[in-house]
């Protein structure tokens, strides 16, 4: 399934927070992401209303099966493109954000191509 790359990014954040934090509200998205919190409150509404999270009574959010899916498979990309980037001498800042921007706009075969090859690449 495609979603906007808003969706993408709201969920590859929710999943890095709840490493880091444990739980998550939409303040710490808001903070996170340096958006305003009404901007953050009408995305949740839009990704609790498309199965991608759950909000429970208290305010946390987590992720369902299909959010963290998805949420996992663009942190994948995140994490491979900002480590390929840095083994060729791109400073790590840098990196992160052209990560980013790349991790959106590959197709999953173009994806699991590069991702075969790096690892094929780096392993030796």
């Not at 590859?12 to 998550?24: A, D, F, H, P, S």
């Not at 987590?62 to 959010?67: C, E, Q, R, V, Y």
């Not at 390929?84 to 992160?96: H, R």
Request: charged share 25%.
């Amino acid at each position: 399934m495609k979603i906007q790359e808003s969706a993408e990014n709201y969920l590859e954040t929710i999943l890095i927070l709840g490493q880091k934090k444990g739980n998550v509200r939409s303040i710490d998205i808001a903070h996170e992401l340096e958006f305003k919190k009404p901007s953050v409150s009408v995305a949740m509404k839009n990704l609790r209303q498309n199965g991608f999270i759950e909000v429970d009574d208290s305010g946390f959010i987590t992720l369902t099966a299909s959010g963290r899916q998805i949420a996992e498979s663009i942190y994948e990309r995140h994490l491979l493109f900002s480590r390929w980037l840095t083994e060729l001498g791109v400073n790590e800042k840098t990196a992160a954000e052209d990560a980013c921007k790349m991790e959106h706009v590959l197709s999953t075969e173009s994806f699991e191509a590069i991702k075969k090859h790096l690892h094929q690449f780096l392993n030796e």
